[in-house]
C-alpha cells in the first residue's frame, strides 16, 4: 500500500530525494541519537554518495543534518559555512564500507559533552534512510516509527523491563529487535511503536538496573 | 481502499458517488487516521510550495556543477514573443525548466513523484491556474486526482528511474499530471484513465541516463517533455480520443519494459546521453573539481559566504 504523500511529496530541497533530502536525514538522525550538539564530525562516503555526491550536495545535506536542519531548509546549501559559525568541525573522505548499500555513509561523531558515537546508515531511495551500524553492532531501523534505541548490557533481563514499561503506558510495539556485538558485550535493543513514548517511561527504563542508555526518536512529518 | 488500480478507483468512485480525487482523499484519511481538513491541508502545503517555487524562480541560480541555471528565464521572456506553440505552451514549457533548475539549484520543491520529476505537474498545473483564475480548492482536487494516479502506477510498476528507467520517472509524472488536468476541465472519471494511457504509452521505453549521474542533463528538459505530453494526452482524452489499452495494461506493461531497460540505462550514468564523449568529460571535470571542493575551509566557507549571500537572507 502506497502513501498518497509518498506519491505528492516530499517538500524537499533539491537535487534528489536519495542523494539530498535522505542524506539531510542521516544527518538528522545521527544528530538525535548522539543526543547533544555534535561539535565534531568525520564523514566517509561510500559508493554513490562518495561518486556522485559533491554534485548531489550530499555532502552539504549532511552536515545540513547534522546542525539539525530539516530536508526543506533553504540553507542546506549554505550549511559547511552555517557550521564554520555554529563550532561544527568535519572532514570528508572517501571509503569503501563492507556490504553496504550504494547510498551510504559512516559518522564518527564527537558530541559537546566529549560523547562520541559512530554510525552507518543509508539513503534508500525517495529520501527514506536506514541506519545500519550503531557503535559498531549491527542494526536496522528507518527512522519511519517512533523508535527507542535502549543500550544495555548482556547480563541483564532487561527485555522484560521495557516491555513492562511500555505496556504501562499502553504503547503498542510494531517492530522490535535486539542486537548485540558479542557475548556478554553491549546489547542494543531497537524497538518501533506507533505512538510516541511518553517521557516518563522513558525515564523509567533509563533507571532500571543494566540500562546504559535509552534514545527515543520522534517521527518526523 | 487499495490504490492498486485505476479500473477499481474508478469503479469504487461510480459506486459511490463520487469523484476519483474524493476516493484518494478518503483513502489518505483512513491509511493515516486524519481528518479531512488535515489531509486537505497537507495537499494544500504542497501546492503552496509549488506555487511559491515557481515565484521566486529568477533564473540567477546556477546549480553546484554549472551545467544548470537561466533557461526557464529565457523560455519565459520568449513566451511574450509570438513562439509557435502560442502563450500557454510556452509558459508550460518555461515553468517545468524553471521547476527542474530549482531543484537542481538546491532550491525547495515538491518531489512528485520524484524530485528529478518535479517540474511536469506545476508546469502544467501553475499556468492553467493563473489563465482559467482556478479555486485553490479545485487545484488540491487535481493534486489528489494526480497523488492517486502515481499510487497505481508506483504499485503495479515503479516511478523511480533507477528502477523503470526515466519513462517511470518523467513517464509517470506526465501521466498524474494528465489526469489533473483532464479533472481541471470536468472530464470525466474514464477520461482521466484514457488521459493517463495515452500519457504513459507515449513516452514508455524513455531512458535514464543522467549525464554524470546528475539530476540534470537531460532531466530539467525532460521534465519539459513530460509537461507538454500531458497536455497533448488530456487534451486528446476531452476531445473524446480513447486508449486502446486500458490504463491499467498500460501501466503494467510500462513495468515490464521497466524491468527490461539493461542496468547501463537505469541512473546509473553508464550508458544513453551519459556515456557520450562530451557526457563523459562533464563527468570528469566533476571528478576534478570534486578533490577542489572537499578542502574548502572553514575561513575560505565564510569568505564566500560574505561575498555571496548578505547577512540572513536565503
Request: hydrophobic fraction near 45%.
Amino acid at each position: 500500500m502506497i502513501d498518497v504523500f509518498d506519491i505528492m511529496g516530499p517538500i524537499m530541497v533539491g537535487p534528489s530525494s536519495s542523494h539530498t533530502a535522505g542524506a539531510v536525514r542521516i544527518g538528522r538522525m545521527a544528530r538525535t541519537l548522539l543526543g547533544e550538539k555534535p561539535v565534531k564530525a568525520e564523514v566517509y562516503l561510500h559508493g554513490s554518495f562518495a561518486e556522485t555526491g559533491v554534485g548531489h550536495g550530499t555532502d552539504k545535506a549532511l552536515i545540513a543534518g547534522l546542525l539539525g536542519m530539516a530536508t526543506d531548509d533553504l540553507d542546506i546549501p549554505n550549511s559547511f559555512e552555517i557550521a564554520g559559525r555554529r563550532k561544527l568541525k568535519f572532514s570528508f573522505e572517501e571509503t569503501e564500507l563492507r556490504d553496504a548499500h550504494p547510498n551510504s555513509v559512516k559518522l564518527v561523531l564527537t558530541g559537546e559533552s566529549g560523547r562520541k558515537m559512530k554510525m552507518q546508515a543509508s539513503s534508500i531511495g525517495g529520501g527514506r534512510i536506514m541506519v545500519d551500524k550503531l557503535d559498531g553492532v549491527d542494526v536496522s531501523f528507518s527512522g519511519d516509527y517512533h523508535t527507542l534505541i535502549i543500550q544495555n548490557l548482556d547480563n541483564q533481563s532487561n527485555l522484560s523491563d521495557v516491555s513492562t514499561a511500555l505496556s504501562l503506558a499502553r504503547v503498542n510495539v510494531a517492530n522490535m529487535s535486539m542486537h548485540r556485538s558479542a557475548k556478554g558485550g553491549n546489547v542494543m535493543m531497537i524497538i518501533e511503536t506507533d505512538d510516541p513514548v511518553p517521557g516518563y517511561i522513558v525515564e523509567l527504563i533509563e533507571k532500571q538496573p543494566g540500562i546504559l542508555q535509552v534514545i527515543h526518536y520522534v517521527k518526523e512529518d | 481502499m487499495n490504490l492498486d488500480s485505476m479500473q477499481e478507483i474508478v469503479a469504487a468512485a461510480r459506486r459511490e458517488g463520487k469523484r476519483f480525487w474524493e476516493i484518494i482523499l478518503e483513502t489518505d484519511m483512513e491509511n493515516r487516521g486524519v481528518s479531512r481538513g488535515e489531509s486537505l491541508d497537507k495537499m494544500a502545503k504542497n501546492w503552496h510550495t509549488m506555487k511559491e517555487a515557481s515565484e521566486v524562480y529568477t533564473g540567477e541560480r546556477r546549480s553546484l556543477s554549472g551545467l544548470s541555471g537561466g533557461q526557464g528565464k529565457l523560455m519565459h521572456d520568449y513566451a511574450a514573443k509570438a513562439p509557435i506553440g502560442g502563450e500557454f505552451m510556452a509558459q508550460v514549457i518555461a515553468e517545468a525548466l524553471a521547476m527542474g533548475e530549482s531543484n537542481a539549484c538546491m532550491r525547495r520543491v515538491v518531489a512528485a513523484p520524484t524530485a528529478g520529476a518535479c517540474g511536469v505537474l506545476p508546469a502544467v498545473l501553475i499556468p492553467l491556474y493563473w489563465r482559467e483564475n482556478l479555486l485553490e480548492e479545485k487545484m488540491l482536487e487535481a493534486m489528489f486526482t494526480a497523488s492517486g494516479v502515481g499510487a497505481v502506477i508506483a504499485y503495479r510498476a515503479c516511478i523511480s528511474g533507477a528502477a523503470g528507467g526515466c519513462q517511470a520517472e518523467i513517464g509517470s509524472a506526465s501521466a498524474m499530471a494528465a489526469a489533473a488536468l483532464v479533472h481541471l476541465r470536468g472530464g470525466t472519471e474514464s477520461q482521466i484513465c484514457h488521459a493517463v494511457a495515452m500519457a504513459l504509452k507515449n513516452l514508455m521505453g524513455l531512458a535514464c541516463d543522467p549525464v554524470a549521474g546528475l539530476v540534470e542533463v537531460p532531466c530539467i528538459k525532460r521534465n519539459v517533455v513530460g509537461a507538454v505530453n500531458a497536455v497533448a494526452a488530456a487534451d486528446m482524452a476531452l476531445a473524446g480520443i480513447e486508449s486502446r489499452i486500458p490504463a491499467d495494461e498500460v501501466i503494467d506493461a510500462m513495468g515490464e519494459v521497466g524491468r527490461r531497460l539493461p542496468m547501463e540505462l537505469r541512473e546509473t550514468a553508464l550508458g544513453g546521453l551519459a556515456a557520450t564523449p562530451t557526457g563523459r568529460a562533464v563527468k570528469e571535470r566533476m571528478a576534478s573539481s570534486k578533490k577542489k571542493q572537499r578542502v574548502l575551509t572553514i575561513k575560505d566557507a565564510r569568505w564566500r559566504l560574505e561575498k555571496r549571500e548578505p547577512q540572513g537572507s536565503k
